[in-house]
Nanobody, 121 residues
Framework: QLQASGGGLVQAGGSLRLSCKAS????????MGWFGQAPGKEREFVAAISWGGGSTYYADSVKGRFTISRVNAINTVYLRMNSLKPDDTAVYYC????????????????WGQGTQVTVSS
């Protein structure tokens, strides 16, 4: 089970940190990803991190602004979101993949419930 939190309402240029805690003893076996879904749009890849945290991947739209990280000791993955823009407004989901980090939602095995991020202009 994945529990995402940390969303909220923020002004453009502001920051948020999303957290996703997993209730599993094998968290370190999973690559983790974050996806965003805006109203009326498909769920889109945002960022992913390998099981050990040594490799990270980002959508072009968030490179340089968002940072994904993880602390396996507490079964948690984070998404630090800086310089937020109104276009970042979406429900953000964390997901776990038993393989390598990927960008395709259907390749992920488990999903959290989502947390709403709203960026006002």
């Amino acid at each position: 089970q994945l529990q995402a939190s940390g969303g909220g309402l923020v002004q453009a240029g502001g920051s948020l940190r999303l957290s996703c805690k997993a209730s599993t003893r094998t968290f370190s076996n999973y690559a983790m990803g974050w996806f965003g879904q805006a109203p009326g749009k498909e769920r889109e890849f945002v960022a992913a991190i390998s099981w050990g945290g040594g490799s990270t991947y980002y959508a072009d739209s968030v490179k340089g602004r968002f940072t994904i990280s993880r602390v396996n000791a507490i079964n948690t993955v984070y998404l630090r979101m800086n310089s937020l823009k109104p276009d970042d407004t979406a429900v953000y989901y964390c997901a776990a993949d038993q393989g390598v980090p990927v960008t395709i939602p259907s390749d992920y095995d488990y999903w959290g419930q989502g947390t709403q991020v709203t960026v006002s202009s």
